[in-house]
């Protein structure tokens, strides 16, 4: 066995932590700070968490509040503007994934040069480290408050370009299950239902290891128990905790990478700009279904984390896991894929896309062609229906 294993942001996790950010931003050398987020992070006005505190501490700072779901690129190349004209050396990045790839893909710009595009995977190497950038997670799913990717869409290729590098990950990541607490039933149950795609990919991943199966296999467990009581329950603090906890565990084991669910996912929302955790969720039990003959006892395994009796048979073990995954999004209310607006017909154009996107498949425990990705995406069209 031979593995490498390197996590270079600090994580500080707990309630409350994030009334240490003003320190710690002091400590990063930070005294001019863009802090990047969206407008729902605003109307809630959990931007007061840190913004009271950088001005008591006398931290300069200027917000960025135009990221969008599934950011585009314009969105970094206005805050690459913001970041220039206010003379920023630091970024904060308050919210979900969206909010965190935007500050990562203004960073390598800041440092790097050039345009977001030419750092693509494949096409050009980020050499500079981007300026010191502390994450602050409002959602339970992302995970990209450790990771070294940052996701943004290109609107006319219509696709999502990867951009990946340990020198974009955040110099630290405050983990406060507090701010939380204003998500909706319905982003509870997206947010985190991205993340239990995270920890499964990871643990069926070719390039998993014991970390990162530790990580994703608890991760697993964490969310499959918590996120009923989550989203049933938004004031519940023990769930709220147990669910951040998952969705950080697997944000680390992204380290094994992704596959088919999230490329799959990719493609969906870069034609359909569906919400990213809703594309993972509807794809989690059919790519499961094609991907478990490659690895029953991985599948076995996620069934058991996920409650389900252990009946003395791998192969009938794995298939509970497709089962309680279905079970799991009929309980949470995920809309079929069918309600979500996408056409049918837009399928194969889909399928399309993500079988182009060969990078985002290397980590599937099997090959999947494009005549296997539209059977999965027409097996999920109707999945839910009754």
């Not at 909010?99 to 440092?111: E, F, L, Q, Y």
């Not at 996620?302 to 279905?326: C, R, Y």
């Amino acid at each position: 066995m031979k593995f490498s294993f390197y996590l270079p942001t600090r994580i500080e996790y707990g309630m409350g932590i994030v009334s240490g950010l003003a320190n710690e931003a002091r400590i990063l050398g930070i005294k001019r700070a863009l802090i990047v987020t969206d407008k729902g992070i605003m109307t809630v006005g959990l931007d007061k968490a840190i913004t009271e505190q950088l001005k008591r501490d006398k931290i300069e700072y200027e917000i960025y509040s135009e990221v969008g779901t599934n950011p585009p690129i314009e969105n970094v190349i206005r805050g690459i503007d913001i970041y220039k004209e206010f003379r920023a050396d630091g970024m904060i990045a308050l919210g979900g994934g969206s909010s965190m790839d935007v500050a990562k893909s203004i960073g390598v710009v800041i440092t790097n040069g050039g345009s977001i595009e030419e750092y693509e995977v494949g096409i050009k190497e980020i050499e500079k480290e981007i300026p010191p950038l502390i994450t602050i997670p409002t959602t339970a799913g992302t995970g990209s408050e450790v990771t070294e990717d940052a996701v943004i869409t290109d609107a006319e290729r219509k696709l999502k370009m990867l951009i990946s590098s340990f020198k974009i990950c955040p110099a630290l990541a405050l983990v406060d299950p507090m701010l939380t607490k204003s998500m909706s039933p319905g982003l509870t149950a997206a947010t985190g239902l991205d993340a239990l795609s995270h920890s499964i990919e990871a643990y069926v991943s070719v390039r998993s290891e014991p970390f990162t199966n530790a990580l994703a296999i608890h991760s697993i467990a964490l969310i499959g128990k918590y996120i009923r009581k989550a989203v049933s329950n938004g004031d519940n603090l023990e769930a709220r905790d147990k669910m951040m906890a998952g969705s950080l565990l697997a944000g680390v084991a992204q380290k094994a990478g992704c596959g088919a669910i999230h490329t799959i996912a990719h493609a969906l929302s870069a034609h359909t700009n569906i919400h990213h955790g809703i594309a993972c969720a509807l794809l989690l039990p059919t790519v499961s279904g094609f991907n478990l003959s490659s690895c029953p006892d991985r599948y076995s395994d996620i069934a058991h984390a996920l409650g389900k009796p252990i009946t003395g048979s791998t192969e009938q073990d794995a298939f509970q896991a497709v089962s309680a995954l279905k079970e799991l999004l009929i309980d949470l209310k995920v809309p079929s894929l069918s309600k979500t607006g996408i056409e049918e017909s837009m399928i194969p154009t889909i399928a399309e896309s993500a079988a182009n996107d060969r990078a985002g498949m290397r980590a599937n425990p099997c090959k999947i062609e494009r005549v296997g990705i539209e059977k999965i995406l027409m097996n999920s069209y109707s999945l839910l229906d009754s």
